[in-house]
């Protein structure tokens, strides 16, 4: 059974780092690409970016770049969403989604989702 | 970046009814269009892709078509379990960007 399953909510003030994590189970890891989607507070889905585990390779959408790191570690089937200062307006929903290679490429399956809040 | 917009933003149905949503996008993406279903406090899931390729698993009620910027999901007959909101999303390219959403809600 496919399943990825995300760290629990986190709770920081603005400045502060944070890495949240996916890990994957139940497939080859590195033969999918990992998508990470925020959704902030009643709002809709945004694509953050994207990442190829087998090497690393990342997408970012320019909404999100220089903001955010995707990585990954494949030797533990891990995705990972950082940042090195967080901003109060970072207060959201993080999904992981793995990503179908190939032509038509969509999200199949999802994670539970991360909340992060930032206030000080 | 390619916008994708949604009609309605919200609509009301009852039980049985027919349902249909629009999804545009503001240049050709040829087929590239993916439908998700959202429940509150849920994550998104995988309803069609492709524009019009049922997943697996997901109720046959559900139905997709169009191709280059204007595409439609129907709900055949809307079931208790279909109240949420539903986004399109396009994978012609990078950056992929999803619609504002669809809330369907009881009528």
């Known amino acids: 059974e496919v399943q990825l399953v995300q760290s629990g909510a986190e709770v920081k003030k603005p400045g502060e780092s944070l890495r949240i994590s996916c890990k994957a189970s139940?497939?080859?890891?590195?033969?999918?690409?990992i998508t990470w989607v925020r959704q902030m507070p009643g709002k809709g889905l945004e694509w953050m970016g994207r990442?190829?585990?087998?090497?690393?390779?990342?997408n970012y959408s320019p909404s999100f770049q220089g903001h955010v790191t995707i990585s990954a570690d494949k030797s533990i089937s891990t995705a990972y969403l950082q940042w090195s200062s967080l901003k109060a307006s970072d207060t959201a929903m993080y999904y992981c989604?793995?990503?179908?290679?190939?032509?038509?490429?969509?999200?199949?399956?999802w994670g539970q989702g991360t909340l992060v809040t930032v206030s000080s | 970046d390619i916008q994708m917009t949604q009609s309605p933003s919200s609509l009301s149905a009852s039980v049985g009814d027919r349902v249909t949503i629009t999804c545009r996008a503001s240049?050709?993406?040829?087929?590239?269009l993916n439908w998700y279903q959202q429940k509150p406090g849920k994550a998104p899931k995988l309803l069609i892709y492709?524009?019009?390729s049922l997943q697996s698993g997901a109720p046959s009620r559900f139905s997709g078509s169009g191709s280059g910027t204007d595409f439609t999901l129907t709900i055949s007959s809307l079931q208790p379990e279909d109240f949420a909101t539903y986004y399109c999303q396009q994978s012609y390219t990078t950056p992929r960007t999803f619609g504002q959403g669809t809330k369907v809600e009881i009528k």
């Open positions: 492709a524009a019009s």
């Open positions: 139940g497939y080859s890891f590195t033969s999918y690409w």
């Open positions: 990442i190829d585990p087998s090497d690393s390779y990342t």
């Open positions: 989604a793995r990503t179908t290679s190939g032509s038509y490429q969509h999200f199949d399956y």
């Open positions: 240049q050709s993406i040829s087929s590239y």
